[in-house]
């Protein structure tokens, strides 16, 4: 088996760890635009975001692509074959806890990604909603406490104003 290719995969693994450190800053930085409503600031994280999201796929990718050249060259690996099953047929025990590191270490940190995700997203959810209120309230807009046949809210608009051209 070539030790090339498993070096290959410890680097691309520990690019994949970088990002996703990457990607935790990124979402506190996001999280504290969400709260503090600074939209120049947030629109700055989105767009380092989306560089960030391109190049975590074409880890992946690299990642992927690896894994498939290791299935050719040991038939034991099988596409759905686990990481676990990877670990035990490294060449080296040191190759093997470096991955086994590396693999431990980026399931945390994908969870991390995945929790400040859903933080954000609920904090941009609430935002809009407030938002919205308001809009309605300055524009004299009320909603129904029922829902429309489409499943939206029954909007009712008062006017404010008697308006003749």
């Given at each position: 088996?070539?030790?090339?290719?498993?070096?290959?995969?410890?680097?691309?693994?520990?690019?994949?760890?970088?990002?996703?450190?990457?990607?935790?800053?990124?979402?506190?930085?996001?999280?504290?635009?969400?709260?503090?409503?600074?939209?120049?600031?947030?629109?700055?994280?989105?767009?380092?975001?989306?560089?960030?999201?391109?190049?975590?796929?074409?880890?992946?990718?690299?990642?992927?692509?690896?894994?498939?050249?290791?299935?050719?060259?040991?038939?034991?690996?099988?596409?759905?074959?686990?990481?676990?099953d990877l670990f035990n047929l490294a060449p080296m025990?040191?190759?093997?806890?470096?991955?086994?590191?590396?693999?431990?270490?980026?399931?945390?940190?994908?969870?991390?990604?995945?929790?400040?995700?859903?933080?954000?997203?609920?904090?941009?959810?609430?935002?809009?909603?407030?938002?919205?209120?308001?809009?309605?309230?300055?524009?004299?807009?009320?909603?129904?406490?029922?829902?429309?046949?489409?499943?939206?809210?029954?909007?009712?608009?008062?006017?404010?104003?008697?308006?003749?051209?």
């Amino acid at each position: 088996m070539d030790i090339s290719m498993w070096q290959n995969l410890l680097d691309v693994f520990g690019k994949i760890n970088v990002a996703y450190d990457k990607a935790i800053e990124l979402g506190e930085r996001k999280h504290k635009a969400l709260v503090t409503i600074d939209m120049d600031d947030l629109a700055k994280i989105l767009d380092e975001e989306q560089l960030l999201t391109a190049k975590i796929q074409k880890l992946e990718k690299q990642r992927g692509d690896l894994l498939i050249n290791l299935s050719k060259s040991e038939p034991t690996i099988k596409l759905d074959s686990k990481m676990e099953d990877l670990f035990n047929l490294a060449p080296m025990r040191a190759v093997e806890e470096r991955l086994k590191n590396l693999h431990k270490n980026l399931t945390k940190k994908v969870e991390q990604t995945i929790m400040l995700r859903d933080n954000n997203q609920i904090l941009a959810q609430s935002a809009l909603n407030a938002v919205k209120y308001h809009l309605n309230k300055i524009g004299g807009a009320t909603v129904e406490p029922t829902y429309g046949s489409g499943g939206n809210d029954i909007v009712t608009h008062k006017k404010k104003f008697d308006f003749k051209a």
